[in-house]
Nanobody, 129 residues
Framework: QVQVVESGGGLVQTGGSLRLSCTAS????????MGWFRQAPGKEREGVSC????????SYADSVKGRFTISRDNAKNTLYLQMNNLKPADTATYYC??????????????????????WGQGTQVTVSS
């Protein structure tokens, strides 16, 4: 049974930083593409950043490039999202998700309906102005 659990959300002021963590169990973590997605009230869920099973393969939404960094620690079955210079527009519920085995980052983020297998419960990030 696959379980995906996020942590690290919270309330931060504009310009602040947060680091989200996601632990996935019940699968060979290092074989899977992984991703962070977010959904703000009244908006569709969007891909924020994804990482391929090869950790050097990463993708970012244009809105977060240069501010967010995705990384993975396969020994700990953990995915991270370092978020710097946060803006009120980053306020959303952030979801961690598992992609497909031996897959890349780009399509994982671009087409979650096809390439995401399991979702976490979400963690709230609120950026105050």
């Amino acid at each position: 049974q696959v379980q995906v659990v996020e942590s690290g959300g919270g309330l931060v002021q504009t310009g602040g930083s947060l680091r989200l963590s996601c632990t996935a169990s019940g699968l060979a973590f290092g074989h899977y593409a992984m991703g962070w997605f977010r959904q703000a009230p009244g908006k569709e869920r969007e891909g924020v950043s994804c990482i391929g099973w090869v950790g050097s393969d990463t993708s970012y939404a244009d809105s977060v490039k240069g501010r967010f960094t995705i990384s993975r620690d396969n020994a700990k079955n953990t995915l991270y999202l370092q978020m710097n210079n946060l803006k009120p527009a980053d306020t959303a519920t952030y979801y961690c998700a598992t992609g497909k085995q031996f897959y890349d980052s780009y399509f994982t983020c671009q087409n979650p309906r096809a390439y995401i297998s399991y979702w976490g419960q979400g963690t709230q990030v609120t950026v105050s102005s």
